[in-house]
């Protein structure tokens, strides 16, 4: 029997094309997000070969039954993100922070706590932080805050719920929907800006981080880490 993936944040961006990855590679796959039609649209797109379930990651209440609903899992991956926190930590707002970490921090610590009751002890918990987490970057200290959090619990947690394997990887400037907030314009410009300062000379993609979360998942003496998947734009950074 193939092992079971479940992907938080699965319809879209790095949940989906992690979804493809792994459903090509033999696994079993179930993805959830908040969005009907965006779920939808992700089976599709997936040839209906994934599972799909609706469920509010920020809702606890939700998480719970959607965990019960799942039933037994070997895998976790929560790809969940937000874009809240962002800009000159003398405007940033509180409130935009909190939201941060309300979208992506605690969804991401709520989603791994109701997993153990299901998740194999075999298996792994896959993080997904950001490059912004420890990179020296104006302008992004809320957003690093909250991704930085994520971060920081996976070596505590890989002790602590070992043998059961906790990983993170944190990428780059990846092509999704995330940049949405830009228009057109504005998103190639600032794409050809992250371009020129990048080693590997290209934006990520999707496939790129998804590769990286293939390897955690199936590399069973990976614990406690988290890959960073950024093109080495993190070195002119640090």
Not at 60 to 78: N, R
């Amino acid at each position: 029997m193939s092992q079971h993936v479940f992907i938080v944040g699965g319809s879209s961006g790095i949940g989906l094309a992690t979804a493809r990855r792994l459903l090509d590679q033999g696994y079993t796959v179930t993805i959830a997000g908040r969005d009907s039609a965006k779920l939808a649209k992700a089976k599709v797109a997936l040839r209906g070969t994934a599972n799909t379930l609706r469920f509010d990651a920020s809702d606890v209440s939700t998480i719970v039954s959607g965990f019960a609903e799942i039933g037994a899992l070997d895998h976790l991956v929560l790809a969940l993100g937000s874009s809240k926190g962002g800009g000159p930590f003398s405007a940033v707002s509180l409130d935009e922070v909190r939201m941060g970490f309300d979208e992506k921090v605690f969804p991401h610590f709520a989603c791994a706590q109701a997993a153990l009751s299901s998740i194999a002890k075999t298996g792994s918990i896959t993080f997904l932080s950001a490059v912004s987490a420890h990179w020296a970057m104006p302008g992004s200290a809320g957003l690093g805050a909250a991704n930085a959090a994520i971060a920081a619990i996976v070596p505590i947690l890989a002790m602590e719920l070992r043998p059961l394997r906790i990983n993170a990887v944190s990428p780059g400037v990846i092509d999704t929907p995330w940049w949405d907030f830009l228009s057109a314009n504005d998103r190639e410009s600032v794409f050809a800006g992250y371009v020129a300062k990048t080693p590997v000379g290209r934006i990520g993609q999707p496939d790129d981080v998804a590769r990286a979360i293939e390897f955690l998942i199936s590399n069973s003496f990976m614990s406690g880490q988290t890959i960073t998947c950024d093109g080495g734009i993190g070195l002119g950074s640090s």
